[in-house]
């Protein structure tokens, strides 16, 4: 699902919430150390991310945020702030170049480049987490 959160809306929020979980409490992102990473560069996405990315002539980046049952990979277009909410049973992940992985929620996907090790770590975290959350198939039984 993609938002645009660049106002402070009870709805949107509560859609958040319900898709992904309430955001960690303090302690918790510090139990964690961090929940989230920033300033990574989209190299691709789909056709609808990427006529919003085309707005603006800056550079495409986005961050992502963990939350209980799901991520939040955000981007800015202009002046608005929008929000890719992935369940982890929706999040199909793969990952293409040695230096690139791409991320997946029914027809939306956004491609990022992953040129040092903090990235490949976290993307290891969001699999671990997904592995969490997400039950057996009938095949792994």
């Known amino acids: 699902m993609l938002l645009n959160v660049s106002y402070n809306n009870p709805e949107i929020r509560k859609k958040i919430d319900t898709e992904v979980g309430k955001p960690f409490s303090f302690l918790e992102r510090i139990k964690q150390r961090g929940i989230g990473i920033g ?5 691709s996405s789909s056709s609808e991310i990427q006529k ?31 929000a890719l909410v992935i369940p982890y ?8 170049k040695a230096e ?6 029914d027809t939306y996907c956004i491609k990022i480049e992953a040129k040092n090790k903090n990235v490949h770590q976290f993307i290891k975290r969001i699999l671990a987490e997904k592995e969490k959350q997400v039950p ?4 792994n039984l």
């Open 100 to 105: 690139e992985y791409s991320l997946y929620r």
């Open 52 to 82: 919003l990315l085309t707005l603006d002539k800056y550079r495409n980046k986005c961050n992502i945020e963990l939350r209980p049952n799901g991520i939040i990979i955000g981007f800015r277009s202009l002046l608005e702030s929008y």
């Open 89 to 96: 049973w929706k999040l199909t992940l793969y990952k293409g």
């Open 136 to 139: 057996l198939s009938v095949e």
């Open 39 to 43: 300033h990574l560069i989209i190299t």
